[in-house]
């Protein structure tokens, strides 16, 4: 990609995410995430109806009337983005595609956070962790964290989230939300995301692209794995072979839906072949629904 083809793309994604806010992402991301606790606002006038625990005696006493405690919901926030920037998601046939959504969705959620008055952050890892952008406001720093999440070259091309999770677990002491994306082709060490669940709110989304576990019918190809170069000659007009292919997807696909659900962790599968919005929509939806049980 060119340097003029990249800024063309940034601003179209920008273009693209900023309406997707007017339509009311933001406000669905607010709600699915509501603030740390409640801080004080400013005192005024009882009114029948009020509740009484929230009157000040103190300055009721003084005014010689009865004075009420305000508050507000205390909203801003640590939002972090983890993305994944392995071999996977540059290198293949598809790989663009998966990078390119990958973006589109980190623009919605760092656009929406910077709407709620959330502080953005970002962890871009490969088998280590390549950059860190600490958590900061304003617009020019959100246009850096999607400018960084579609153009960022790595030193690396392997995968191991658990560097980035360790990483976290270092430096952010304050309780944050935390997306990891990624195409899961490593799943995080167990034990490490289930400690970070449990002191931050944390949400996995999955980007995948569904041709690529499909073969085309073109007799012996050699291929070979993005992260790990390893050439293997198959025979493409191998019916079997493409069934084992889709099937071991489909397994894959399943083991990990499992494993995010046993641990309690939401997770949001992505296609690149579908508008992402309504999965973001629902998964909002999902967590407004089981904040008010």
Same mark, same amino acid.
């Given at each position: ?11 179209? =994604?920008?273009?693209s995410v900023r309406r997707l806010i007017k339509d009311g992402l933001a406000g669905q991301y607010q709600s699915a ?65 998966k990078a390119e959504r990958l973006a589109e969705v980190a623009a919605s959620l760092a656009l929406s956070a910077a ?8 962890? =871009? ?77 944390? =949400? ?13 019918? =073109? ?59 309504p999965a973001l929509q629902k998964f909002f939806k999902m967590r407004i629904q089981r904040g008010r049980r």
């Open positions: 990609m060119t340097p003029e083809e990249f800024l063309k793309k940034v601003k179209a =994604i920008d273009l995430f509501r603030g740390s606790g409640m801080q004080f606002r400013e005192f005024r006038n009882y009114v029948y109806g009020d509740d009484i625990r929230h009157i000040s005696w103190t300055v009721s006493a003084r005014s010689n009337d009865l004075v009420l405690k305000t508050f507000e919901e205390e909203r801003e926030r640590n939002f972090l983005l983890l993305v994944d920037a392995s071999a996977s998601l540059r290198k293949g046939a598809w790989a663009q595609q709407e709620a008055d959330d502080k953005i952050g970002m962890v =871009i890892f490969t088998d280590q962790v390549e950059k860190t952008v600490n958590p900061s406001k304003g617009r020019t720093h959100v246009m850096r964290v999607i400018r960084d999440v579609l153009g960022y070259e790595p030193q690396s091309n392997g995968t191991d989230p658990d560097k980035a999770l360790k990483h976290i677990d270092r430096v952010l002491k304050k309780h944050s939300i935390i997306f990891l994306l990624t195409d899961m082709e490593v799943l995080p060490d167990e034990r490490l995301l289930r400690r970070c669940a449990q002191r931050h709110e944390f =949400i996995a989304i999955c980007v995948d692209h569904p041709q690529e576990h499909e073969i085309p019918e =073109i007799g012996f190809l050699e291929i070979q794995t993005a992260e790990q170069n390893r050439p293997v000659t198959v025979d493409t007009s191998s019916a079997s072979l493409r069934r084992y292919i889709q099937g071991h997807a489909d397994s894959r696909k399943m083991a990990v839906n499992q494993y995010f659900k046993r641990l309690g962790v939401d997770l949001v599968n992505i296609s690149t072949e579908e508008d992402f919005v």
